[in-house]
């Protein structure tokens, strides 16, 4: 019974793509809605179903649906894994991905291809269920390409805007030198293990040499830093901001980018074992973190501030699992999803009451006309910017107190710079979509609206998670939910986090990080709302830094100028030499002949009969087929061809002869 | 790998011929639409016949079933001797189903001379299924040879480019260069036979019987030397890289129908897993082969892969497509291991799907657009949803996402030539990502975007048989991809013991006993062999 709900978490989605997908023309917009929405609130319940179970049982157990891949050493069941890491993940998928769905009825009203958005969705719920629920890599690789594909339909889904096909191919492509990286570990972990199955690995991950681990854990990074928009894999996520602004939420916020840093915690006993790739996994977040806050501090379009934030926050996960503090990770993972699917879906309701304007130069002055909205988007931002209580504070806070902690100070020194970027570029972004003078054109403002309920509902239950999603983690290191996780999160040397350190270096620390958060939050105030001309001042004096930063530090065009192009033209020589190279070579032989024609209609008429009467009749006969069918000059090349031919049958044979003594 | 089945019916024989049977009855016929009912019906009787042939073979079974045998020239030692194991009981059923598809596709596309378009394409599936079921040397090279002659009118007459003779002609040329080597080989092995059965007084003492040449022992250069003869024949035919120069003017000035067939039936490589592999066992692992066919194999995917990147047209970037994908089946082969052998075989299969399922999408193109080039589409998704729906499926079959047959296959193969050197494993997984470069590149000009002005004017979406073909096959796509199992399991067995015959080699003379009985088994299967049962 219970293995039943399990595998019925992602085949309720699965029903909904078979049918909107294969039925949706035939019924109205009103069923294939409630169909894609029904579906997911029904995995959601299975998930609390599981949830609860596993709360009460406390051990993982797998349930196989079938034998999947099977051969020789090799077998792979299509099975998943319950543990409290997938309980989570299933929470957070499931119960944020219900709620954007709702929304995305209201937001998607009267689009063209509403059945299609909600077949892609379902099909991207249906793929992240495969990726977090796997049991082993091959069943996580399926969901970490399907939600690429997903990924993929949704950034394109309005695809005739050439720069939203353009996006949805780069995220893919950029995807997959990801997954080549990913499929190399997996390879890897086969050669070690003879299984794919996580629970087999990890229990004899023991086993391992210290640089097979850093192999396989630096090719899952490789994997990990695609999917989850990290250096130098990120430039897709800006561009993903082409699709609806659902699917940012969704899938370039909460869940699928998400999915790198599940994938390291869920294989925290290789991660372990290999302080080198730690090391990696770490400073790759800290960067990002920083870089992607940088970038984040003068864009201008709304979705895109976000998707940079959402790097950047990414990037703290990474930096977390990379100091070991794995559950920390997960419940930046987890209240991150809560703030920054408000905070898109709340960008999405500004969108929708400006009929599609996201540039916030164009905006200003929104808090009066669109009071509900202002208030979910501020209560985002307090939780992203790491004010006391809210969600945001608690799980950042952990992962700035783990790294200082335990003594790294140059990490701690960048995420406490990113924590002081975040908040300014938060409300900077806060402060010139709802505060101030408008600048929204005439036309527009007249027909700015509130979003209808059906929106703004799913956005309060995110609001109150945004406020309160903290406190499971709460007291620091020690909340329910660091002993639920326990279990899978523990590392292998039963090393326990250093709260030892003494409770007021702890508070010294929150104090610290509340000082940095509002500092950034004061110099917005101060840039964006007390003097507004400042910020503008401020970059006509070093415009070189603030073109750097606007132009994202130019790192697409290089990628253009190093890979993408080259590519291309190696692509045109090969083409070139394919065609009059390697072709003419065959052809060249017969050019020869054409030369020396009474030659070879000689070799034909005298060698070449012999020569194929010696062989066999078989052949012979063909060849007189072949010769009515033939024209022109191309007699002569078969003519060489054969005759060539000839030479080598004898040279072969009497090659033999010499050594095998065959003939007499 | 010795032991046979027979079946109380000689259905191979049926199958192979029936298509043949019916060309000739077609030359009967006159009324066209009678003519295109008779061959669809002979094409479906042929499909329901090899499904029979895939319910009752014994899957996880080494064994050749459906076992026939009978003397051709007795004193030479060749036989008309059929039968099919796990690596070719699979492409029987592939070649029938392509061809209903073929039919169906080429129902009201071709207007021209008929009659004899369908002689030639039921005459060319005789000569497929003459390739797959032979376990005669002799039998298989006929085969191989006679195929030329329907494909060669059928590019020559049907095909639709103005270089459509040249592109004929080059075909056969290339082919038939490559098989003259090909027959050397065969001779060889048996005239080695020759020197065996004459040392054993074993009248005749000749043979060109596939199973009575595994049982023989052959000197590790001698297998070199007929393997790269063998080699030569197969690379022309797959076509390996650098040997594939016909395949884009072929498949550009072909029509469709042929198309399908010389990218979706992978003869070449077929003839390694079925002869090269199993005959010559120490060549194939011996260093310097193995190694060379893995560089060759490694070349052509990340070649064909990068050119395939620039095509402006579908189907020259098929081509390339095609070159690449037969790179990865030829890496998987001389990974020379379980997953690596498994993999090339059901990817094999799996292009017969996804390539040749892409042919037939440039052919609905073609015929509503006249041209396959980039110029003429843009913007199509709009106009034809479905069409760009099924061609994103098959597309992403073809480069190989989870879910899909193509990953199936292209993990195993992966998988395998990773286990033969790590080297190989991690540049051949590049071709994972130049793939879905090339495809999704073209997918974005050609479909998405803003429908551009020479595609104005009004284009229908798929019609009902269109449809057909392209859910008959995307239905394949997925069950292969979700559910692999019943296609594993026939497989399994063959793919076993090739890899313990590679192991073992064929230098040493195996001992008496083994060697007496598989002979018995061998030459004489209707008294040794456990009759079959379903």
New interface residues.
């Given amino acids: 019974m219970s293995d039943l709900i399990v595998i019925l978490i992602p085949i309720f989605p699965l029903v909904a793509v078979l049918l909107n997908g294969l039925l949706g023309g035939r019924y109205s917009h009103d069923v294939a809605h409630r169909l894609a929405w029904g579906s997911v609130g029904l995995s959601f319940l299975c998930a609390i179903g599981v949830f609860a179970e596993t709360l009460n049982s406390g051990v993982a157990r797998e349930v196989v649906a079938y034998k999947w891949i099977f051969g020789g050493d090799l077998t792979v069941n299509l099975a998943f894994l319950i543990d409290p890491l997938t309980c989570i993940m299933l929470l957070v998928v499931t119960g944020v991905g219900f709620l954007i769905h709702l929304y995305s009825v209201g937001y998607m009203h009267g689009e063209e291809g509403f059945t299609r958005f909600f077949t892609y969705m379902n099909l991207f719920m249906v793929s992240m269920l495969l990726l977090v629920m796997g049991n082993n890599y091959l069943v996580l690789f399926i969901g970490w390409e399907g939600v690429g594909l997903c990924s993929y339909l949704l950034i394109g889904y309005y695809y005739d805007k050439v720069s939203a096909a353009k996006a949805a191919s780069k995220a893919f492509v950029v995807n997959r030198i990801g997954d080549a990286g990913f499929l190399l570990a997996i390879f890897l972990v086969f050669q070690n293990f003879k299984t794919l199955d996580y629970q087999q690995v990890f229990a004899q991950a023991g086993q391992l040499s210290t640089e097979m681990a850093t192999a396989i854990t630096l090719c899952l990074l490789i994997g990990a830093v695609g999917k989850s928009a990290q250096l130098p894999l990120y430039t897709w996520l800006p561009d993903a901001m082409e699709g609806p602004t659902p699917v940012s939420a969704l899938i370039h916020a909460a869940t699928m980018v998400t999915a790198g840093v599940y994938m390291i915690v869920r294989n925290h006993v290789l991660y372990d074992m290999a302080p080198m790739a730690m090391t990696t996994v770490a400073y790759v977040g800290g960067v990002t973190a920083l870089f992607a806050a940088t970038i984040g501090l003068v864009q201008t379009d709304i979705k895109r501030v976000l998707a940079y934030s959402t790097v950047s926050q990414l990037g703290y996960m990474f930096l977390a699992c990379g100091i070991g503090a794995y559950t920390a990770a997960v419940f930046h993972l987890m209240t991150h999803a809560f703030f920054k699917a408000l905070l898109f879906l709340s960008a999405g309701s500004v969108i929708h009451a400006l009929h599609g304007e996201q540039d916030i130069m164009k905006m200003g002055g929104l808090k009066s006309k669109i009071p509900w909205t202002h208030g979910l988007f501020l209560v985002g931002t307090l939780a992203i910017a790491g004010i006391f209580p809210l969600a945001g504070f608690w799980s950042k806070d952990e992962i700035l107190a783990h790294a200082f902690l335990h003594g790294h100070f140059v990490l701690y020194g960048m995420a406490a710079v990113g924590a002081f970027l975040t908040a300014f570029y938060m409300f900077r972004l806060t402060y010139l979509t709802f505060y101030g003078r408008s600048r929204v054109d005439h036309h527009t403002a007249e027909h700015i609206h509130e979003s209808p309920p059906i929106m703004l509902g799913p956005l309060v239950v995110l609001a109150t998670l945004s406020v309160i999603g903290g406190f499971p983690g709460v007291p620091p290191e020690d909340g329910w939910f660091h002993h639920f996780l326990h279990k899978v999160t523990a590392q292998v040397g039963g090393e326990v986090s250093g709260h030892d350190a003494g409770s007021g270096l702890v508070v010294t620390l929150m104090l610290a990080a509340t000082a940095i958060a509002l500092a950034g939050w004061g110099l917005a105030h101060y840039l964006y709302s007390l003097r507004t001309e400042t910020a503008a001042a401020w970059a006509e004096r070093s415009p070189d830094v603030y073109r750097t930063l606007l132009n994202k530090y130019y790192v697409d065009e290089l990628y253009d100028a190093l890979f993408v192009e080259p590519t291309k033209r190696l692509g045109l020589v090969w083409d070139w030499f394919d065609r009059h190279v390697i072709d003419r070579l065959v052809v060249g032989v017969g050019d020869l002949t054409h030369s020396s024609a009474a030659a070879s209609t000689w070799l034909e008429k005298y060698v070449i009969y012999g020569g194929l009467n010696a062989i066999g009749y078989a052949n012979h006969l063909l060849a007189r087929s072949w010769r009515k069918i033939q024209s022109g000059q191309v007699h002569h090349y078969a003519a060489i061809i054969v005759a060539g031919l000839f030479i080598l049958v004898h040279l072969v044979l009497a090659w033999w002869t010499g050594s095998g003594g065959i003939l007499r | 790998m010795l032991q046979e089945l027979t079946f109380g019916f000689p259905i191979l024989s049926l199958i192979l011929f029936l298509p043949l049977l019916g060309a000739i009855l077609l030359a009967l016929l006159e009324e066209e639409d009678l003519i295109k009912n008779a061959v669809l019906g002979i094409s479906l009787l042929e499909l329901v016949l090899t499904v029979i042939v895939l319910l009752r073979f014994v899957p996880d079974s080494a064994a050749m079933q459906f076992s026939e045998r009978l003397a051709w020239i007795p004193p030479l030692g060749i036989s008309y001797h059929l039968g099919l194991d796990g690596i070719s009981v699979l492409f029987v059923g592939l070649t029938a189903f392509l061809t209903v598809l073929v039919v169906l596709y080429s129902w009201d596309t071709v207007r021209h001379q008929i009659k004899l378009y369908f002689v030639a394409l039921l005459a060319l599936e005789t000569t497929m299924m003459g390739i797959f079921a032979a376990l005669d040397l002799?039998l298989f090279?006929?085969f191989w040879?006679l195929m030329?002659?329907p494909s060669?009118f059928l590019i020559k007459l049907w095909g639709g480019g103005a270089e459509r003779?040249y592109a004929a002609?080059k075909y056969?040329?290339?082919t038939?260069?490559g098989s003259?080597?090909m027959?050397?080989g065969i001779?060889?092995l048996d005239?080695?036979y020759?020197?065996w059965a004459v040392v054993h007084h074993i009248e005749p003492a000749y043979s060109f019987d596939f199973l009575q040449l595994l049982t023989i022992p052959i000197s590790a250069?001698?297998q070199v030397?007929i393997f790269w003869?063998i080699f030569m024949g197969l690379a022309f035919k797959a076509p390996m890289f650098?040997f594939?120069?016909w395949l884009?003017d072929a498949l550009l000035e072909g029509p469709i129908g042929m198309a399908v067939f010389l990218a979706g039936i992978k003869l070449g490589t077929y003839g390694f897993i079925r002869f090269s592999l199993p005959l010559l066992p120490d060549a194939s692992k011996s260093s310097g082969v193995a190694s060379t066919m893995m560089t060759l194999a490694l070349l052509a995917i990340i070649?064909g892969a990068?050119?395939?990147?620039?095509?402006p047209d579908f189907r020259r970037l098929l081509a390339f497509s095609s070159i690449s994908h037969l790179g990865f089946v030829v890496a998987g082969l001389f990974a020379l291991?379980?997953?690596g052998l498994?993999g090339s075989l059901l990817t094999m299969i799996n292009l017969g799907f996804s390539t040749a399922g892409l042919f037939f999408l440039a052919g609905f193109l073609y015929q509503r657009r006249h041209s396959t080039q980039l110029a003429a589409f843009g913007?199509l998704?709009?106009k034809v949803p479905l069409l760009a729906t099924y061609l994103l499926i098959v597309g992403?079959a073809s480069i190989g996402?989870?879910?899909t047959n193509g990953?199936?296959g292209e993990?195993?193969i992966?998988?395998g030539a990773?286990?033969a050197h790590?080297l190989y494993?991690?540049v051949a997984?590049?071709g994972?990502?130049f793939g879905?470069?090339y495809f999704?590149?073209y997918?974005?000009r050609a479909?998405?975007?803003?429908?551009a002005q020479s595609a104005g004017q009004a284009i229908a979406d798929l019609s009902p048989r269109e449809l057909i073909i392209a859910v008959s096959l995307s239905v394949m796509i997925f069950w292969i991809g979700?559910?692999?199992?019943p296609f594993?399991k026939m497989?399994?067995g063959s793919?076993?013991a090739l890899?313990e015959r590679l192991d073992r080699g064929a230098v040493a003379e195996r001992s008496l006993g083994v060697r007496g009985e598989a002979l018995g088994a061998a030459q004489s299967p209707s008294r040794s062999s456990a009759p079959h049962e379903g």
């Fill in positions: 002799i090279f006929v040879e030329l002659i060669y003779q002609l056969v040329l290339y038939l260069l003259v080597f027959l050397v001779v060889l005239l080695n020759h020197d250069e001698k030397l003869l650098p594939h120069t884009p070649y990068i050119v395939a990147l620039v095509q291991n379980f997953q498994q913007g998704a709009k992403l996402l989870p879910g990953f199936v993990f195993l992966l998988l990773f286990q790590w494993g991690a997984v590049t994972v990502v879905a470069a999704l590149w997918y974005e479909m998405l975007g803003p429908l979700l559910y692999p199992s594993l497989m399994n793919v076993q890899v």
